[in-house]
């Protein structure tokens, strides 16, 4: 496994760089998904090692951190894009490039290589998919996890909106930085609010912060606590009524779920 491992990062390090182009633009969606899949590898190691799995399991989850987003690259250059809407589901394309293009897959054992492509194509839906399969579950929740933590790292620049920084006080005065009413009252009775009712800035802001109910671990959740992930979005949200209910459910699960600790049997 040990050398599969590194035919496989040697192949993906290979296989990014033919998406490396003189425009800077591009560049920088690219650049941006070069980053985040190693930063994802790491963190999937990381919580593996964390919740005790043996070492080959280790490496089967950074195996999938390596993989989870080989399909934006192909996304990108196909429809200059990441929006899946817009073009294809990231996680599926990624499969096929997997498939037409990575000539390693097939040294992974049959159980391996189902696991491994179950996690991927999880890892951005809106549930995972139903199995009865302990493996799939304990995976696909790692490899979630581990997307999500470094999305956040991703996305913080740009939580902080232009001119707070200069302004302590800040306070958000156009109507895009608003909170739609019916996502006010999902967020204040905990309820997992409708993507496709996204309408406002604001809206976009308050689902990445219900991400946080979405998270499987608490290792990962102390990990977004740590780094002030949570506070940060917090604290840029706008003053509305109806969202202190929403937040204050909100902090109590998080230190609830930050307290218990993580049991995985695999
Ligand atoms: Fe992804």
């Known amino acids: ?3 599969l491992l590194k035919k496989m990062h040697s192949w993906m390090d290979d296989y990014m760089k033919q998406f490396v182009t003189d425009d800077e633009e591009v560049m920088q969606g690219i650049r941006i998904k070069m980053v985040h899949t190693g930063y994802v590898t790491e963190i999937a190691r990381e919580l593996a090692r964390h919740l005790k799995f043996r070492e080959h399991d280790v490496q089967l989850a950074e195996v999938m951190g390596l993989f989870h987003d080989v399909g934006r690259f192909r996304q990108y250059s196909l429809y200059k894009t990441f929006n899946d809407a817009q073009s294809e589901d990231h996680a599926d394309l990624g499969l096929k490039v997997l498939t037409e293009e990575m000539p390693y897959m097939a040294e992974l054992s049959p159980e391996d290589e189902t696991l491994v492509r179950f ?8 549930e995972i998919e139903p199995t009865d399969d302990w493996r799939k579950l304990v995976f696909a929740r790692l490899l979630r996890d581990a997307d999500k933590l470094d999305i956040y790292r991703v996305l913080s620049p740009y939580l902080v909106p232009e001119g707070a920084q200069k302004a302590p006080n800040f306070v958000p005065s156009d109507a895009s930085q608003l909170v739609s009413p019916d996502f006010v009252r999902d967020f204040a009775e905990g309820k997992q609010a409708d993507y496709h009712r996204l309408r ?23 990990k977004m606590v740590e780094r002030g992930y949570i506070d940060l979005i917090i604290k840029y949200l706008p003053e509305q009524e109806g969202l202190e ?13 930050c307290a218990a600790e993580d049991r995985v049997e695999l």
């Open 1 to 3: 496994m040990e050398e």
């Open 245 to 257: 209910e929403g937040i204050r459910r909100l902090r109590k699960y998080v230190k609830e779920k």
């Open 200 to 222: 406002t800035h604001g809206d976009r802001k308050l689902v990445r912060l219900m991400w946080v109910y979405d998270i499987n671990y608490s290792w990962t959740l102390r």
């Open 119 to 126: 996690a991927i194509r999880n890892h951005n839906k809106k």
